[in-house]
Protein backbone atom coordinates (compact mmCIF):
# COMPACT_ATOMS: atom_id res chain seq x y z
CA UNK A 1 0.00 0.00 0.00
CA UNK A 2 1.43 3.55 -0.52
CA UNK A 3 1.98 6.47 1.76
CA UNK A 4 -1.18 8.03 0.08
CA UNK A 5 -3.01 5.00 0.72
CA UNK A 6 -2.24 4.66 4.02
CA UNK A 7 -3.39 8.66 4.53
CA UNK A 8 -6.90 7.56 3.17
CA UNK A 9 -10.14 7.43 5.00
CA UNK A 10 -11.21 3.90 6.06
CA UNK A 11 -14.47 3.21 6.37
CA UNK A 12 -15.01 0.67 9.79
CA UNK A 13 -17.93 -1.38 10.69
CA UNK A 14 -17.96 -0.82 14.13
CA UNK A 15 -21.47 -2.30 15.08
CA UNK A 16 -24.27 -3.77 12.95
CA UNK A 17 -27.66 -5.03 14.61
CA UNK A 18 -30.31 -6.97 12.81
CA UNK A 19 -34.28 -5.43 13.16
CA UNK A 20 -37.80 -7.37 12.91
CA UNK A 21 -38.96 -4.28 10.74
CA UNK A 22 -38.01 -2.07 7.44
CA UNK A 23 -35.88 1.07 8.59
CA UNK A 24 -36.62 3.84 6.11
CA UNK A 25 -34.17 7.01 8.65
CA UNK A 26 -32.15 6.51 11.36
CA UNK A 27 -30.68 9.58 13.47
CA UNK A 28 -28.26 10.31 16.22
CA UNK A 29 -29.64 11.66 19.14
CA UNK A 30 -27.46 15.07 20.22
CA UNK A 31 -25.55 15.09 22.87
CA UNK A 32 -25.20 11.39 23.31
CA UNK A 33 -24.46 7.77 22.18
CA UNK A 34 -27.98 7.19 21.73
CA UNK A 35 -29.66 6.62 18.00
CA UNK A 36 -33.23 6.17 16.64
CA UNK A 37 -34.65 4.04 13.82
CA UNK A 38 -37.56 4.87 12.58
CA UNK A 39 -39.48 2.73 10.73
CA UNK A 40 -42.34 0.37 9.51
CA UNK A 41 -43.47 -2.88 11.16
CA UNK A 42 -44.69 -6.15 9.23
CA UNK A 43 -48.52 -5.52 9.98
CA UNK A 44 -48.46 -1.93 8.55
CA UNK A 45 -47.74 0.01 12.00
CA UNK A 46 -44.76 2.50 12.80
CA UNK A 47 -42.04 1.75 14.70
CA UNK A 48 -39.35 3.98 17.19
CA UNK A 49 -36.72 2.34 18.61
CA UNK A 50 -34.18 4.10 20.52
CA UNK A 51 -30.81 2.23 20.98
CA UNK A 52 -27.67 3.33 23.03
CA UNK A 53 -24.10 2.32 21.80
CA UNK A 54 -22.46 0.59 24.62
CA UNK A 55 -18.79 -0.27 23.74
CA UNK A 56 -19.10 -2.24 21.30
CA UNK A 57 -22.72 -3.06 20.75
CA UNK A 58 -26.44 -1.54 20.30
CA UNK A 59 -28.56 -1.91 23.60
CA UNK A 60 -32.30 -1.32 22.71
CA UNK A 61 -33.65 1.15 25.25
CA UNK A 62 -37.51 1.35 24.44
CA UNK A 63 -39.17 0.56 21.64
CA UNK A 64 -42.77 1.87 20.52
CA UNK A 65 -45.49 1.03 17.73
CA UNK A 66 -47.27 4.04 16.31
CA UNK A 67 -50.19 3.79 13.90
CA UNK A 68 -48.59 4.68 10.99
CA UNK A 69 -45.31 3.77 9.02
CA UNK A 70 -42.83 6.50 10.05
CA UNK A 71 -40.85 7.60 7.07
CA UNK A 72 -38.44 10.26 8.07
CA UNK A 73 -37.50 12.54 11.16
CA UNK A 74 -35.03 15.72 12.49
CA UNK A 75 -34.07 17.12 15.85
CA UNK A 76 -33.26 20.16 13.33
CA UNK A 77 -35.88 22.63 15.02
CA UNK A 78 -35.87 21.53 18.93
CA UNK A 79 -33.52 22.96 21.63
CA UNK A 80 -30.89 20.85 22.88
CA UNK A 81 -31.93 20.68 26.18
CA UNK A 82 -35.58 19.29 25.12
CA UNK A 83 -33.78 16.88 21.68
CA UNK A 84 -37.57 16.93 20.84
CA UNK A 85 -37.55 14.47 17.44
CA UNK A 86 -40.27 15.65 14.61
CA UNK A 87 -41.32 12.54 12.23
CA UNK A 88 -43.36 12.43 9.13
CA UNK A 89 -45.38 9.35 8.47
CA UNK A 90 -47.00 7.24 5.56
CA UNK A 91 -50.69 9.28 6.85
CA UNK A 92 -49.03 12.39 6.03
CA UNK A 93 -48.87 13.45 9.90
CA UNK A 94 -46.42 15.29 10.93
CA UNK A 95 -45.55 14.77 14.74
CA UNK A 96 -43.15 16.05 17.58
CA UNK A 97 -42.05 13.73 20.29
CA UNK A 98 -40.67 13.52 23.52
CA UNK A 99 -38.18 10.76 23.66
CA UNK A 100 -38.66 10.95 27.26
CA UNK A 101 -42.23 10.29 27.10
CA UNK A 102 -43.19 9.37 23.66
CA UNK A 103 -46.38 7.77 23.86
CA UNK A 104 -48.13 11.03 23.14
CA UNK A 105 -46.83 13.29 20.48
CA UNK A 106 -46.42 17.23 21.43
CA UNK A 107 -47.32 18.72 19.01
CA UNK A 108 -49.31 17.21 15.58
CA UNK A 109 -50.66 17.95 12.78
CA UNK A 110 -52.17 16.37 9.77
CA UNK A 111 -49.76 17.87 7.05
CA UNK A 112 -50.64 16.20 3.68
CA UNK A 113 -53.10 14.03 1.69
CA UNK A 114 -50.35 11.81 1.08
CA UNK A 115 -47.21 10.11 2.76
CA UNK A 116 -44.43 12.50 3.84
CA UNK A 117 -41.08 11.39 2.12
CA UNK A 118 -38.74 14.11 3.48
CA UNK A 119 -38.46 16.56 6.70
CA UNK A 120 -36.07 18.77 7.78
CA UNK A 121 -35.45 21.30 10.78
CA UNK A 122 -33.89 24.57 11.13
CA UNK A 123 -33.70 26.97 14.20
CA UNK A 124 -32.56 24.45 16.81
CA UNK A 125 -30.26 22.60 18.59
CA UNK A 126 -28.00 26.30 18.38
CA UNK A 127 -27.43 26.17 14.73
CA UNK A 128 -28.66 28.68 12.20
CA UNK A 129 -30.25 31.92 13.11
CA UNK A 130 -34.59 32.77 13.31
CA UNK A 131 -37.43 31.06 14.33
CA UNK A 132 -37.37 26.68 14.90
CA UNK A 133 -39.30 25.57 11.70
CA UNK A 134 -39.45 22.28 10.11
CA UNK A 135 -40.60 21.52 6.84
CA UNK A 136 -41.99 18.71 5.01
CA UNK A 137 -42.65 17.27 1.71
CA UNK A 138 -45.12 14.91 0.25
CA UNK A 139 -46.42 12.68 -2.67
CA UNK A 140 -49.14 15.46 -3.03
CA UNK A 141 -47.16 17.57 -4.78
CA UNK A 142 -46.41 20.15 -1.61
CA UNK A 143 -43.85 21.56 0.49
CA UNK A 144 -44.56 23.00 3.55
CA UNK A 145 -42.82 24.77 6.10
CA UNK A 146 -43.90 24.47 9.77
CA UNK A 147 -43.06 26.64 13.16
CA UNK A 148 -44.29 24.21 15.97
CA UNK A 149 -45.27 27.44 18.07
CA UNK A 150 -48.13 27.91 15.75
CA UNK A 151 -50.91 25.14 15.97
CA UNK A 152 -52.69 23.30 12.24
CA UNK A 153 -51.76 26.04 9.66
CA UNK A 154 -48.38 26.27 8.17
CA UNK A 155 -46.10 29.17 7.41
CA UNK A 156 -44.99 28.76 4.06
CA UNK A 157 -46.87 26.22 1.31
CA UNK A 158 -44.91 25.93 -1.78
CA UNK A 159 -47.71 23.78 -4.05
CA UNK A 160 -47.93 23.55 -7.78
CA UNK A 161 -49.68 26.70 -9.10
CA UNK A 162 -52.78 26.32 -11.11
CA UNK A 163 -52.99 23.56 -14.16
CA UNK A 164 -49.53 22.63 -13.59
CA UNK A 165 -49.22 18.76 -12.75
CA UNK A 166 -48.40 17.86 -9.23
CA UNK A 167 -44.68 15.96 -8.95
CA UNK A 168 -44.01 13.75 -6.11
CA UNK A 169 -41.62 15.27 -3.67
CA UNK A 170 -39.04 13.46 -2.66
CA UNK A 171 -36.67 15.72 -0.22
CA UNK A 172 -36.25 18.71 0.91
CA UNK A 173 -33.56 20.84 2.73
CA UNK A 174 -33.08 24.20 4.69
CA UNK A 175 -30.11 26.33 4.13
CA UNK A 176 -29.25 30.02 4.46
CA UNK A 177 -30.41 30.67 7.50
CA UNK A 178 -27.06 32.81 8.65
CA UNK A 179 -29.26 35.68 10.32
CA UNK A 180 -32.96 36.21 11.24
CA UNK A 181 -34.29 37.06 8.12
CA UNK A 182 -33.00 35.08 5.26
CA UNK A 183 -33.71 31.28 4.94
CA UNK A 184 -34.53 28.57 1.68
CA UNK A 185 -36.17 25.51 1.13
CA UNK A 186 -34.97 23.51 -1.46
CA UNK A 187 -36.95 20.57 -2.69
CA UNK A 188 -36.53 17.75 -4.97
CA UNK A 189 -39.01 15.68 -7.21
CA UNK A 190 -39.14 12.63 -8.65
CA UNK A 191 -39.51 14.10 -12.44
CA UNK A 192 -36.08 16.00 -11.94
CA UNK A 193 -36.97 19.24 -10.94
CA UNK A 194 -35.27 21.11 -7.97
CA UNK A 195 -36.60 23.98 -7.05
CA UNK A 196 -35.60 27.12 -4.38
CA UNK A 197 -37.95 28.23 -2.41
CA UNK A 198 -37.35 32.09 -1.05
CA UNK A 199 -38.75 32.19 2.74
CA UNK A 200 -37.80 35.64 2.99
CA UNK A 201 -39.13 37.44 -0.02
CA UNK A 202 -42.24 34.22 -0.21
CA UNK A 203 -40.88 33.11 -4.00
CA UNK A 204 -39.32 30.82 -6.42
CA UNK A 205 -35.98 32.07 -6.73
CA UNK A 206 -34.25 29.15 -8.63
CA UNK A 207 -35.29 26.24 -10.08
CA UNK A 208 -33.77 23.09 -12.71
CA UNK A 209 -33.81 19.92 -14.08
CA UNK A 210 -31.76 17.16 -13.51
CA UNK A 211 -33.27 14.74 -15.88
CA UNK A 212 -33.80 12.43 -13.32
CA UNK A 213 -35.60 11.47 -10.05
CA UNK A 214 -34.16 13.79 -7.23
CA UNK A 215 -33.41 11.44 -3.98
CA UNK A 216 -31.98 14.05 -1.91
CA UNK A 217 -30.39 17.02 -1.65
CA UNK A 218 -28.52 18.75 1.18
CA UNK A 219 -26.78 21.70 1.47
CA UNK A 220 -23.17 21.49 3.18
CA UNK A 221 -24.22 23.95 6.06
CA UNK A 222 -27.63 24.39 6.87
CA UNK A 223 -26.03 28.34 8.84
CA UNK A 224 -24.29 29.89 6.39
CA UNK A 225 -24.35 32.48 3.70
CA UNK A 226 -25.63 29.58 1.14
CA UNK A 227 -22.22 27.55 -0.16
CA UNK A 228 -23.21 24.50 -2.16
CA UNK A 229 -25.43 22.06 -2.67
CA UNK A 230 -25.92 18.71 -3.38
CA UNK A 231 -28.44 16.69 -5.15
CA UNK A 232 -28.62 13.61 -5.86
CA UNK A 233 -30.34 11.14 -8.34
CA UNK A 234 -32.11 7.86 -9.66
CA UNK A 235 -29.43 6.81 -11.73
CA UNK A 236 -26.17 7.04 -9.77
CA UNK A 237 -25.35 10.73 -10.37
CA UNK A 238 -25.21 13.30 -8.44
CA UNK A 239 -24.91 17.12 -8.66
CA UNK A 240 -22.84 19.51 -6.57
CA UNK A 241 -24.30 23.65 -7.53
CA UNK A 242 -22.04 26.09 -5.86
CA UNK A 243 -24.40 28.41 -4.36
CA UNK A 244 -22.78 31.57 -3.82
CA UNK A 245 -22.92 33.22 -7.44
CA UNK A 246 -26.59 33.19 -8.80
CA UNK A 247 -25.96 34.27 -12.67
CA UNK A 248 -28.98 35.89 -14.25
CA UNK A 249 -29.89 33.30 -17.02
CA UNK A 250 -27.70 30.51 -16.00
CA UNK A 251 -28.54 30.20 -12.53
CA UNK A 252 -25.68 28.41 -10.42
CA UNK A 253 -22.67 26.94 -11.59
CA UNK A 254 -22.45 22.46 -10.77
CA UNK A 255 -20.03 19.65 -11.28
CA UNK A 256 -21.49 16.40 -11.49
CA UNK A 257 -20.38 12.63 -10.81
CA UNK A 258 -21.36 9.65 -11.82
CA UNK A 259 -20.84 7.61 -8.60
CA UNK A 260 -22.12 4.15 -9.58
CA UNK A 261 -25.04 2.87 -11.58
CA UNK A 262 -28.03 2.34 -9.08
CA UNK A 263 -29.42 4.64 -7.12
CA UNK A 264 -28.42 7.51 -4.72
CA UNK A 265 -30.50 7.37 -2.00
CA UNK A 266 -29.13 10.14 0.33
CA UNK A 267 -25.87 12.84 0.44
CA UNK A 268 -24.92 13.84 4.27
CA UNK A 269 -22.53 16.43 4.88
CA UNK A 270 -19.45 15.83 7.49
CA UNK A 271 -20.72 18.11 10.19
CA UNK A 272 -17.21 19.22 11.08
CA UNK A 273 -15.87 19.66 7.40
CA UNK A 274 -18.37 20.71 4.93
CA UNK A 275 -16.11 19.85 1.95
CA UNK A 276 -16.46 16.07 2.70
CA UNK A 277 -19.70 14.37 2.19
CA UNK A 278 -21.06 10.40 1.94
CA UNK A 279 -23.69 9.04 -0.62
CA UNK A 280 -25.38 6.68 0.22
CA UNK A 281 -26.17 3.57 -2.63
CA UNK A 282 -28.57 1.31 -4.03
CA UNK A 283 -26.01 -1.53 -4.42
CA UNK A 284 -25.22 -1.02 -1.06
CA UNK A 285 -22.65 0.62 -0.94
CA UNK A 286 -21.22 4.11 0.82
CA UNK A 287 -18.85 6.99 -1.01
CA UNK A 288 -16.93 9.36 0.80
CA UNK A 289 -16.27 12.41 -1.28
CA UNK A 290 -14.48 15.85 -0.71
CA UNK A 291 -15.24 19.39 -2.90
CA UNK A 292 -12.47 20.57 -3.82
CA UNK A 293 -12.77 24.19 -5.17
CA UNK A 294 -11.65 26.08 -7.81
CA UNK A 295 -8.66 29.18 -8.32
CA UNK A 296 -11.56 31.47 -8.13
CA UNK A 297 -15.39 30.94 -7.62
CA UNK A 298 -16.29 33.59 -10.18
CA UNK A 299 -15.99 35.10 -13.46
CA UNK A 300 -17.49 37.58 -15.58
CA UNK A 301 -19.50 36.63 -18.62
CA UNK A 302 -19.31 38.47 -22.18
CA UNK A 303 -22.04 40.77 -20.69
CA UNK A 304 -19.69 41.36 -17.70
CA UNK A 305 -22.26 39.48 -15.39
CA UNK A 306 -21.00 37.13 -12.53
CA UNK A 307 -21.44 33.47 -12.97
CA UNK A 308 -20.15 31.01 -10.80
CA UNK A 309 -17.58 28.20 -11.63
CA UNK A 310 -17.80 24.97 -10.42
CA UNK A 311 -15.18 22.92 -8.90
CA UNK A 312 -13.88 19.29 -8.79
CA UNK A 313 -14.61 16.11 -6.77
CA UNK A 314 -12.64 13.64 -5.41
CA UNK A 315 -13.60 10.36 -4.17
CA UNK A 316 -11.83 9.37 -0.85
CA UNK A 317 -13.61 5.88 -0.06
CA UNK A 318 -15.82 3.85 -0.97
CA UNK A 319 -17.22 0.18 0.35
CA UNK A 320 -20.30 -2.08 0.35
CA UNK A 321 -21.88 -3.02 3.34
CA UNK A 322 -25.17 -4.62 2.42
CA UNK A 323 -26.84 -6.04 -0.82
CA UNK A 324 -29.66 -4.05 -0.21
CA UNK A 325 -29.50 -0.14 -0.78
CA UNK A 326 -28.48 2.00 2.28
CA UNK A 327 -31.69 4.28 2.63
CA UNK A 328 -30.26 6.68 5.17
CA UNK A 329 -27.25 7.96 7.15
CA UNK A 330 -26.88 10.04 9.90
CA UNK A 331 -23.37 11.82 10.91
CA UNK A 332 -22.55 12.55 14.74
CA UNK A 333 -23.04 15.78 15.60
CA UNK A 334 -21.07 15.28 18.06
CA UNK A 335 -17.81 12.42 17.47
CA UNK A 336 -16.38 13.49 13.86
CA UNK A 337 -15.83 10.30 11.79
CA UNK A 338 -19.07 8.55 13.62
CA UNK A 339 -22.12 7.69 11.75
CA UNK A 340 -25.23 5.80 11.65
CA UNK A 341 -26.53 3.85 8.43
CA UNK A 342 -30.00 1.92 7.65
CA UNK A 343 -30.21 -0.33 4.57
CA UNK A 344 -33.47 -2.10 3.59
CA UNK A 345 -31.69 -5.44 4.55
CA UNK A 346 -33.03 -4.52 7.82
CA UNK A 347 -30.02 -3.61 9.60
CA UNK A 348 -28.46 -0.57 11.71
CA UNK A 349 -24.47 -0.11 10.94
CA UNK A 350 -22.45 1.88 13.28
CA UNK A 351 -19.57 3.26 11.48
CA UNK A 352 -16.43 4.43 12.28
CA UNK A 353 -14.84 7.11 9.10
CA UNK A 354 -10.70 7.48 10.05
CA UNK A 355 -8.65 10.13 8.91
CA UNK A 356 -10.49 12.66 9.01
CA UNK A 357 -8.50 15.21 9.53
CA UNK A 358 -6.16 14.10 7.12
CA UNK A 359 -8.05 14.76 3.73
Request: proline content about 4%; hydrophobic content about 35%; glycine content about 10%.
Amino acid sequence: MSAAGLERPQVVAHVQQALHYTLFDCKWVPRSARLLCLGSAARGTGVLQLHELRGGRLVLLREIEKAKPIKCGTFGATSLQQRYLATGDFGGNLNIWNLEAPEIPVYSVKGHKEIINSIDGVGGLGIGEGAPEIVTGSRDGTVKVWDPRQKDTPVANMEPVQGESKRDCWTVAFGNAYNQEERVVCAGYDNGDIKLFDLKTMSLRWETNIKNGVCSVEFDRKDVNMNKLVATSLEGKFHVFDMRTQHPTKGFASVSEKAQKSTIWQVRHLPQNRDIFMTTGGAGSLHLWKYEYPAQRSKKDSEGAEMGVAGSVSLLQNVTLSTQPISSLDWSPDKKGLCVCGAFDQTVRVLIVTKLNKV
